[in-house]
């Protein structure tokens, strides 16, 4: 153990001012290697970090002084802990560190519609969710954010805004999330928790505690699964969790809301009405966009 370690308490050098739209760090896009940007220091707070960046960030005003905590100390610990929820979160690839800026409204200058409205409706759910969580309060039971229910027809942004959604909430709040695509593996992955030579045997309980006590979920292409009598019942029990303990919830569907009032006899969707605001995405399938034909 490192005796020069300062205390938790130990207040950082210098009280660092930032303005009020800079929370001390930032997505920086560019790609210098991999596919995606990186979170980076903010400029104010680079200029004055004295540690060189290396942990645990501590600075000797002196040869002979006490260590006392750098002031960037905060801010990167709460990027690697961002770096470590994202790469724990279950979102595809292509949409990890997929920020709001990334959800175009225009295509080549036309409008896609609703794309500017969905995002003015999350922005007060990220800044509730940030603020309660800066001031280590739960969110207002009374008045529980919803989260958003997405239904419409395929290639109109709706997993791409969800995760745009997830990303934000992780990189604002510092608290989990996960992201579960029910056409991939989910219900797969869980019925190999029951096969005793795999190495996830036993995991289904600590899989779905997981998924139901997250703070953010996504629970994408809902309507895809069998619906055998497990699968809805799995589905119904995360559900009921995630309502009882207000969980916020986003939901991604193909089916229209007469469908999905048709699953666990009703109870799924009764419950989403709650959780969530029911928004039909009207939006042309993005996809048309990067279509390749060919007459040859
Ligand atoms: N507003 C947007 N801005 C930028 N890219 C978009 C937008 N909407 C959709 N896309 C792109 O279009 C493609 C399809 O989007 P996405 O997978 O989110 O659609 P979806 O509605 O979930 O489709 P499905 O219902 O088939 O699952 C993705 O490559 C996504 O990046
Ligand atoms: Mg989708
Ligand atoms: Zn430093």
């Not at 309980?205 to 497990?230: A, H, K, N, Y």
Request: aromatic share 10%; net charge neutral.
């Amino acid at each position: 153990m490192n005796d020069n370690l300062p205390k938790a308490s130990s207040p950082p050098r210098t009280a660092l001012e930032l303005p009020a739209n800079d929370p001390g760090y930032f997505y920086d896009p560019m790609v210098t290697a991999g596919t995606h940007g990186e979170i980076r220091l903010s400029p104010r707070v680079e200029a004055h970090c004295r540690c060189g960046g290396a942990p645990p960030y501590q600075v000797f005003e002196s040869p002979h002084s006490e260590p006392t905590w750098c002031v960037c100390r905060s801010y990167r610990t709460h990027i690697r802990q961002v770096n470590r929820l994202i790469s724990q979160s279950g979102i595809p690839e292509r949409f990890r560190y997929h920020f709001l800026d990334q959800f175009q409204e225009s295509h080549k200058g036309t409008e896609i519609p609703g794309a500017a409205r969905l995002k003015e409706h999350l922005r007060p759910l990220i800044y509730r969710c940030t603020e309660a969580k800066r001031n280590h309060k739960a969110i207002d039971t009374n008045s529980p954010a919803r989260g958003f229910l997405l239904w419409g027809e395929p290639g109109n942004g709706k997993t791409m805004f969800c995760c745009g959604a997830l990303n934000e909430l992780i990189f604002h709040s510092g608290q989990a999330g996960r992201f579960i695509g029910l056409s991939r593996k989910f219900f797969q992955t869980l019925r190999h928790t029951f096969d005793q030579d795999s190495p996830i045997h036993g995991q289904a309980i600590p899989i779905m505690e997981t998924l139901s006590t997250v703070p953010f979920l996504v629970i994408d292409d809902l309507g895809v699964q069998r619906d055998t009598e497990w699968e809805v019942e799995m589905l119904y029990n995360l559900v009921d969790a995630r309502y009882a303990e207000q969980r916020l919830t986003f939901v991604t569907t193909n089916k229209s809301i007469d469908e999905i009032k048709g699953l666990a006899g009703g109870r799924i969707y009764s419950r989403f009405l709650e959780m969530c605001h029911l928004i039909h995405v009207q939006a042309p399938d993005y996809r048309e966009y990067s279509k390749i034909e060919y007459e040859i």
